[in-house]
């Protein structure tokens, strides 16, 4: 294995070995704490533009298994500390780094990844390069941003899903970068989803006559997107939405609120949420920005709170049949224990449960 | 929902003496939880028979009762105490099944007891097998195909329903006891008939064997508003088949993708809201290797030996939250303690991999059988961290003091690698190693131990490694790297490699945060690492003079939690008198690795490796060796030799103790008389030594601990042998042989401050010489010690302490034989008995010892020095063994140490005292006997004359004697009436006895010789089938008739509360 470097956009240089696809790479370095399900993280469009680090120290020991995939790879570059060339599992069809080289996604392993996370903790989100020499010039690495990245990520055209039995629903999913199990989830519930473009209208959506519109999750800032912002407004009311990640940021921003950027994120599986006057749920998370709860007063109630550092987690609109949520209930990977969101949209759309 | 205020008065209830399946984690769990409650200004009843715990320390509870742990007493403390809450699930299987038993007599009703944590019905749910299997169904968790019975045939028809291989699993017993694997219907029939015997409602789990699936582990907790969270995952290396607590398991889980994982997360969470669990709860699932399928193989609703190593692998304090959680609190009010800032209702992310490693006590057991199955067989286990796989496993093996610092052990068997691969033993991971070495491939391995190829693979780095530097004379700075990487040692590489010279590694050392660096943690908690960052050299400081402690490794047989009773009460003294207080231990169920017991605490192996690692980055001005048993004290020479203070009792006072001659030498001085003996190397030296010593010799090696292959020999033929084993394995120092005495064994611990001596007690054991004292009854202050005596007692302990310049703690064990007193062995360290003299005397000597140790003088403390005064109580200390575990295990009493833990009973009088010891530690004495009680004697030859004075005594008290032919005659000569049993070689008749229950006990001395060994274990694997006690020397016959006579029972005895024991 070649060497390589990490080198971050404050100068300090990580040596480790060349892992993945060959040539270097630039992103926005954040890490994630899952301690398995790196398949459902490499293929998460939501980290398009993103070097992810795993803070979990053996990755890659179950191999490459496709139907776990959640989506096409996005990201811009992977850190391990230890990838594992042996991998064992009864479904595992090859090794990891076959993976990252097919998808064309460079990486280092053998770095300190407790170190980086420390960093990144302490420093906030920072640009990083993976390369074979360290460059003089800091300037493109500090210059770095990711933008535009939903329209890299989102399906190129509609698709539609059947339902696992009889049909009940039609649902159209709005795909900023969906991970596909929000589409299983919902096929499961007996649900035709029709997946459509980020680019699609409030009206081409509406055309449809869905009983209820899904806002997935997506990569980036969530106020770059305005045209999408504007077709949200012109959605919500009219039948019942749902929105995870980017689609609670996009909403929130539709309905008059603000996002900010996080200093470094939640990404992991194991991030507390507190429903309001409910029980406190282990969240699966990913997302860099979030809603200002304070923004929505008199528009929207904040329902989910984050235990650990008291950020929005979810939004309902009441009298308008919509609800977002900032974590991932399609989980993919972590915690399965919100699932019923899906269901509670779901009842929405059957009139039993009003937002 | 914020703590429930009308708990005000909690009884706790501890989990009893150490035994297999039972150990250290415990008092653990037990010390969190009533550091809990006080810190929540509730009243708390603390019951346990254990003194060597902290949570019976004074400070821990406001009443302390060490009573025996049955529900008898414990409703007797009830209607005393009249406690408003009951905090039973930290108490382990014992607790949990005392608090069933109050509640099913109406106890906690009619006194108005509330059972904190999961009630009655959820406890029920998930004990009783066919509540728990119908519980699981209605939820859709698929369990082990199975059916229940409750007599031979039942579980026969079973069998024959379910189709071999069937496991058997007796109900409500502990680790297992009593099961196995059954392939067809003779060993089913075996194996079902222990296991409902074992059983205390005599019922067993007949069950369909999924042997070789993976075992996977969740560590769950959930509040009484229904939040959940799974604390950690973990994966046993060693698939179903092998006891959990047998097993080699990491954490997290290695070898699941995320589907399953979440599959198996979900259904652990499920499983607990469907029971209704309030606090930890531990899940156990067998899941296919080959597809999605999975069982629900167990659920313990309770803190466990699991919960203890998730907390330590974790940073999670389970233990305590669980407590919090039975005060009403729920998981989102409760704060996580390493972050300060985040929220307890989450679930830990790990950034390193942890390994458990078991510690077994088969060196204690030669002969018995080393299978591992259903039945837990460990004493212990360590724990280790480290980045990778490889490094934790390493970490762990040398942690575990087998006397390997690598995968490579010489076989036990005989026979191709490959088979041996198939015995499925506590060397199989070395065996595993040795294939791996020899080219045998992953695949074939796998096939035969069924042990996932990731696991294989990751032990091939090793084995691949090793075979690339094997005895190369100079390793490349790579290799150097990769071996650390691996996790060697430099001492382990020179024996691979023939390097003379290594460059040295400078390792780091990461926190363990709970939050894999998310969050700002301040947890002085760390694990080694190739790593280039150190997080411990950054790590703020208080600037205030470094100690480390040392601790005192896995729990085993010799070494028990006495050690880490003393390590943890030092650590406390050194903190509060100002110092910056470092801890170094590996073991997992210990409260000296709670991350906030010392300042700064390493989970490290305790090698001189590890040690000299954190000593390069703490720098202490010294290290303390003396608390942490043998474990410690063998690092004093080597930490000596490298420039590094010993506190208190210098190295070289330690080696005056410990090193023969120069020990012989000190005696001669002041004319303090010991056995005569010799050491020897050679068979020839040592039968010459015997025949010059003259018969019974003691033979054993120099420098062990618990008594480690000592042996009385009566004969040369015995010599021989012994002689030719030892020398089998290979000697360092001289085998030493002394002439045995079959005297009075006397026991003291001194504290010296190289000036003055206090003696805080003398204890006597109720065994001759011969027995080890680990394994003795010994009685405090003691019952038959004339004056003169004790006062030479005092005199030659003075003079031994100064001139061993003991500074702090020194054990000194006597005999006195014919009236005469000779020393038998020094141990310049804490020893088992401090925790026991502590709480009894009242003495806090491990406080006044390591104050001592940093120069305060003993005149200053406030305790006076010489012997101090007795207090109005007698104690008896009783041994604990585990042979429900080890069912072939030799169990007659010798000078090896074979019991796992010990009791205490506390009375006015040395024989209440032995009531309640004996009755604390499983001893049933009946408080009437009818015609039909009898006792069956069966002694050796030289035991015929000694016999005849405990027949009569027995017979006075009206009970039925029985004796096998040879002791019967003896007996008939002597005019007392007897029936004569014909040996168990040539009838049944002992057995049917038994089993007809016309004995009630077993005093049974005559298996000295190889041939009748066989006999004695059998009978002695029945007894202990049936309840039967069975002891195998006369002096303990004789306190036993001692505490008949007495007519002391369970409820005329007097309840005392040791916190309140100074004023009476």
């Known amino acids: ?355 | 929902m914020p703590k429930d205020k009308s708990i005000r008065k909690v009884m706790v209830i501890g989990s009893g003496p150490i035994v297999i399946g039972q150990a250290a984690e415990f008092d653990y769990a037990g010390a969190q939880a009533c550091r809990v409650l006080k810190a929540e200004g509730i009243n708390v009843v603390l019951v346990n028979s254990n003194p060597a715990t902290i949570m019976t320390d004074k400070a821990m509870a406001d009443e302390i009762y060490l009573e025996p742990l049955n529900v008898e007493t414990v409703t007797r403390i009830i209607k005393k105490e009249r406690p408003d809450s009951l905090l039973a699930g930290l108490g382990g299987q014992t607790g949990l099944t005392i608090a069933m038993q109050l509640s099913q007599r109406g106890v906690l009703e009619r006194y108005g007891v509330r059972l904190l944590g999961s009630d009655i019905e959820a406890i029920d749910k998930a004990e009783d097998r066919e509540l728990f299997r119908n519980t699981m169904k209605a939820i859709g968790q698929p369990v082990v195909s199975s059916e229940i019975a409750n007599t031979l045939d039942e579980a026969v028809k079973a069998a024959r329903n379910i189709g071999y291989p069937v496991i058997v699993r007796p109900a409500f017993t502990l680790g297992g006891s009593g099961g196995g694997i059954a392939n067809d219907e003779a060993e089913l029939k075996a194996i079902a008939g222990t296991g409902l015997h074992m059983s205390p409602i005599h019922q067993i789990l007949v069950e369909k064997s999924i042997a070789g699936w993976k075992e996977i582990e969740f560590e769950t907790m959930r509040d009484s508003i229904g939040n959940t969270i799974a604390v950690c995952s973990m994966e046993n290396l060693d698939p179903v088949g092998i006891h959990t607590g047998d097993s080699i398991v990491v954490a997290p889980a290695l070898t699941l993708a995320d589907k399953e994982y979440q599959m198996l997360r979900s259904a652990s969470l499920n499983m607990i809201t469907a029971l209704g669990i309030v606090g930890g709860c531990n899940c156990q699932f067998a899941l296919n290797p080959d597809s999605f399928e999975y069982a629900v193989i167990e659920v313990n609703p309770r803190v466990s030996r699991s919960s203890a190593l998730a907390s330590k692998a974790t940073g999670y304090p389970i233990a305590k939250i669980t407590t919090k959680i039975a005060l009403g609190y729920t998981l989102d009010e409760i704060k996580n303690d390493i972050t300060g800032k985040t929220c307890a209702c989450f679930e830990p992310a790990l950034d390193y991999v942890v390994v458990k490693f078991p510690k077994w006590p088969f060196d204690k057991f030669a002969g018995s059988s080393r299978k591992l199955g259903t039945q837990m067989k460990a004493t212990g286990e360590v724990m280790a961290i480290g980045s990778s796989f490889e490094a934790a496993l390493m970490k762990a093996v040398r942690g575990t003091e087998n006397g390997f610092d690598t995968l490579n052990a010489p076989s036990l068997y005989d026979g191709p690698v490959m088979e041996r691969l198939r015995e499925q033993d506590d060397r199989r991971i070395f065996t595993v190693f040795e294939a791996l070495k020899s080219g045998i491939s992953v695949d074939k391995i796998h096939e035969i131990t069924k042990i996932d190829r990731w696991f294989l693979d990751k032990i091939r780095n090793l084995a691949d490694f090793e075979l690339s530097v094997a005895g190369k004379k100079k390793l490349s700075k790579e290799e150097y790297i990769r071996a650390k990487h691996l996790g060697y040692t430099d001492k382990a590489l020179q024996h691979i490699c023939r390097a003379k010279k290594l460059p040295g590694y400078r390792f780091s050392y990461k926190m363990v945060d709970t939050c894999a660096a998310e969050f700002n943690a301040e947890t002085p908690y760390f694990y080694s690492t190739c790593n280039e960052v150190c997080e411990s050299r950054s790590f703020k400081r208080s600037g205030k003079q470094v100690i480390l402690v040392l601790g005192s490794g896995p729990i085993r047989i010799g070494q028990g939690i006495e050690f880490d009773y003393s390590s943890v009460h030092c650590v406390w003294t050194l903190r509060e008198m100002g110092y910056d207080v470092v801890i170094v231990n590996n073991n997992p169920e210990t409260v000296s690795t709670d991350y906030d017991t010392a300042d700064r605490l390493y989970f490290e192996p305790l090698t001189p490796e590890d040690v000299m690692n954190i000593i390069d980055v703490e720098k202490p001005i010294g290290v303390v060796v003396a608390f942490g048993g043998q474990t410690a004290i063998k690092l004093t020479q080597f930490l000596d030799k490298h420039g590094i203070p010993i506190l208190g009792t210098s190295a070289e006072g330690i080696d005056l103790a410990e090193d023969r001659a120069r020990f012989d030498k000190l005696l001669e001085k002041f004319a303090i008389s010991r056995p005569k003996g010799m050491g020897v190397k050679t068979l020839q030296e040592a039968v010459q030594a015997a025949e010059t010593l003259g018969y019974p010799v003691l033979l054993r090696p120099s420098y062990v601990i618990g008594g480690q292959n000592m042996t009385i020999s009566w004969s040369d033929d015995q010599t021989r042998k012994y002689m030719k084993n030892i020398l089998a394995s290979g000697i360092e120092n001289p085998v030493l042989v002394d002439k045995y005495m079959p005297g009075t064994e006397l026991e003291v611990d001194v504290i010296s401050d190289g000036t003055d001596v206090l003696i805080p007690g003398i204890m006597e054991h109720i065994e001759r010489a011969g027995v080890h004292s680990g394994d003795s009854i010994a009685v405090y202050p003691p019952y038959n010690l004339s004056g003169t005596m004790l006062h030479k007692l005092c005199d030659r302990s003075t003079k031994l302490a100064l001139a061993l310049g003991t500074k702090g703690l020194v054990n000194i064990q006597y005999l006195i034989y014919e009236n005469e007193l000779y020393v038998i062995e020094v141990n310049p360290r804490a020893s088992r008995t401090v925790p026991y003299i502590s709480k009894v005397t009242g003495i806090p000597m491990v406080d006044i010892a390591s104050r001592v140790m940093l120069g305060k003088k003993l005149k200053d403390m406030g305790y006076g020095t010489g012997l101090y005064r007795t207090p109005p109580c007698h104690a008896v200390k009783v041994p604990v063994f585990s042979f429900e575990k080890l069912n072939d295990a030799n169990a007659i009493l010798g000078p090896e140490m074979k019991s796992t833990g010990e009791v205490l009973g506390i009375g006015k009088t040395t024989a209440e005292a032995l009531f309640k010891g004996l009755t604390a530690a499983g001893l049933t004495i009946p408080s009437k006997f009818n015609m039909e009680s009898g006792v069956l004697l069966s002694v050796a030859e030289i035991d015929y004359q000694e016999i005849l004075s405990i027949a009569e005594q027995f017979y006075d008290l009206g009970i039925k004697l029985y004796a096998t032919p040879g002791t019967a005659e003896t007996i008939k000569r002597q005019g007392i009436p007897v029936h004569s049993v014909s040996n168990a070689t040539e009838s049944e008749e002992i057995y049917s006895l038994m089993e007809q229950k016309k004995i009630h006990y077993l005093i049974y001395t005559g298996a000295v010789k190889d041939s009748t060994m066989g006999d004695f274990i059998a009978i002695h694997r029945r007894a202990m089938q049936l309840g039967i006690p069975c002891l195998t020397s006369l002096d303990t016959a004789g306190a036993l008739i001692r505490i008949i006579a007495s007519r002391y029972n369970l409820n005329n005895t007097e309840l005392v509360d040791i916190n309140h024991l100074q004023t009476v």
Do not use: W
């Open chain 1, 1 to 355: 294995m070649e060497t390589a470097y990490l080198v971050l956009g404050n100068g300090k240089v990580f040596k480790g070995k060349h892992i993945g696809a060959p040539g270097k790479c630039l992103g926005e370095l954040v890490f994630t704490t899952n301690m398995e399900g790196y398949l459902e993280t490499l293929t998460d469009p939501s980290y398009a533009g993103q070097i992810v680090i795993q803070t979990f120290p053996l990755i890659g020991n179950y191999g490459v298994i496709e139907e776990d995939f959640e989506g096409k790879s996005a990201l811009k570059g992977y850190v391990v500390r230890e990838l594992c060339d042996t991998p064992s599992n009864f479904r595992s069809q090859y090794q990891l780094d076959e993976y990252l080289k097919k998808q064309g996604i460079p990486g280092i392993c053998g770095v300190d990844t407790r170190e980086l996370t420390r960093l990144i903790r302490e420093e906030g989100v920072m640009n990083a390069m993976i390369c074979s020499r360290v460059p003089k010039d800091l300037s493109a690495i500090k210059e770095f941003a990711v933008t535009k990245v939903v329209d890299e990520v989102t399906c190129r055209k509609e698709s539609v899903y059947q339902p696992k039995g009889i049909k009940k629903h039609t649902v159209v999913l709005v795909d900023y970068g969906a991970k596909r199990n929000i589409i299983r989830s919902l096929t499961a519930r007996g649900c035709t989803v029709i997946a459509v473009p980020s680019s699609t209208t409030a009206e081409k959506i509406l055309s449809f006559k869905p009983d209820g519109i899904m806002l997935s999750n997506g990569p980036g800032d969530p106020a770059e997107n305005t045209f999408a912002i504007e077709q949200i407004k012109k959605l919500v009311g009219k039948v019942p939405v749902f929105g995870i990640c980017l689609g609670h940021q996009l909403t929130a921003l539709a309905m008059g609120g603000r996002t900010e950027k996080l200093k470094y994120g939640h990404r992991g599986g194991n991030q507390p949420v507190k429903e309001k006057g409910g029980r406190t749920y282990i969240t699966c998370q990913n997302h860099g920005y979030a809603v200002i709860a304070d923004s929505l007063k008199g528009i929207g109630v904040e329902t989910f709170v984050n235990a650990n550092d008291g950020s929005c987690e979810g939004i309902t609109y009441p009298g308008r049949q919509c609800f977002t949520v900032q974590f991932h209930p399609e989980a993919s990977a972590g915690p399965l224990d919100t699932g019923f969101l899906f269901d509670r949209f779901i009842a929405m759309m059957e009139g039993r449960e009003n937002a």
